[in-house]
C-alpha cells in the first residue's frame, strides 16, 4: 500500500536545488510550515524563486531564508514587516513580483488546474498593469493573469494518514490547500499521522493524490 510518510525534515526537502521554485504556505503563522523551512535553510542552497503570502516577519519563518541570502526572487502579496526581505530589496540583491492577495491565489490555483490563465480587472489603470497583456471583454478592461506553479510546494497541515491525506485546522488551510495542487513534489508538515482510513473522508482538504511526502514534526 502507498506510504509517504518519511521520518525526517531532510527527507521531505530532498531533491530542492539550487534555482527552483519554491511555493511555502502560511497567513503570517498560521499553517507556517516552520521546521520544513529549518530544513530548506540548512540545504544552503541558492537562487529561490519563492511564491508565498509573505516574505517573514523574523525568527524561524521565511526570514531563514532571506538571512542566509537564498532568495534571488520573491512572488507574494505582503511583504511588509519582513525586515530581512527589505534590506536585500533596497539593496538591489533580491527581486519582487508584488500581486494583490487574490491575484496571487488564482494564479497558483490556475497552475494547479492546468489553466493558462484567467482574466481579472483587479489592477488596471494601476502600476499591477504594467507588462502585462489587456484584454477587452464586453466592453470592460482586465488583465491577462498567467498560471503559478513551482518544483516544491511546501505546506503544514494538521493530521495526515499514511496514504497523503491531509486535514488542516480551521484558517490555517490558508494558501496551503490551493499550493498543494501546484507543485511538482508536495511536501505536508503535519501534527501527528494516522493509518490509512483514520480519517474522516468528508474531513479531508486536500486528497492523497497531489502530496508526494509527508512529516510530522516533533511535539514542542
Not at 113 to 123: D, E, I, K, Q
Request: charged letters at 20%; proline letters at 3%; one cysteine or more.
Amino acid at each position: 500500500m502507498r506510504n509517504v510518510v518519511v521520518g525526517t525534515e531532510a527527507a521531505a526537502v530532498a531533491g530542492l536545488r539550487n534555482g527552483h521554485v519554491v511555493m511555502v504556505g502560511g497567513f503570517g503563522g498560521a499553517g507556517l510550515p516552520r521546521s520544513i523551512i529549518k530544513a530548506v535553510a540548512e540545504l544552503g542552497v541558492r537562487d529561490l524563486t519563492v511564491i508565498s503570502n509573505n516574505a517573514g516577519a523574523g525568527g524561524d519563518d521565511l526570514s531563514l531564508w532571506f538571512r542566509q541570502r537564498m532568495v534571488r526572487k520573491i512572488i507574494c502579496s505582503y511583504p511588509r514587516s519582513a525586515k530581512d526581505f527589505t534590506l536585500q530589496y533596497r539593496a538591489g540583491t533580491v527581486e519582487l513580483e508584488l500581486l494583490p492577495q487574490g491575484t496571487l491565489v488564482e494564479r497558483i490555483r490556475a497552475g494547479g488546474a492546468g489553466l493558462g490563465g484567467f482574466l481579472s480587472p483587479v489592477g488596471v489603470g494601476t502600476v499591477f498593469e504594467r507588462g502585462k497583456e489587456k484584454i477587452t471583454v464586453g466592453g470592460r478592461d482586465f488583465l491577462l493573469e498567467l498560471p503559478l506553479r513551482a518544483d516544491f510546494a511546501l505546506v503544514k497541515g494538521r493530521t495526515a494518514d499514511t496514504l497523503g491525506n491531509v486535514t488542516y485546522n480551521k484558517a490555517a488551510r490558508n494558501h496551503c490547500a490551493v499550493m498543494a495542487t501546484a507543485a511538482d513534489i508536495v511536501a505536508v508538515e503535519v501534527d501527528r499521522i494516522v493509518e490509512a482510513g483514520g480519517l474522516d473522508p468528508e474531513s479531508i482538504v486536500t486528497p492523497c493524490i497531489f502530496v508526494d511526502r509527508v512529516f510530522a514534526r516533533a511535539a514542542a
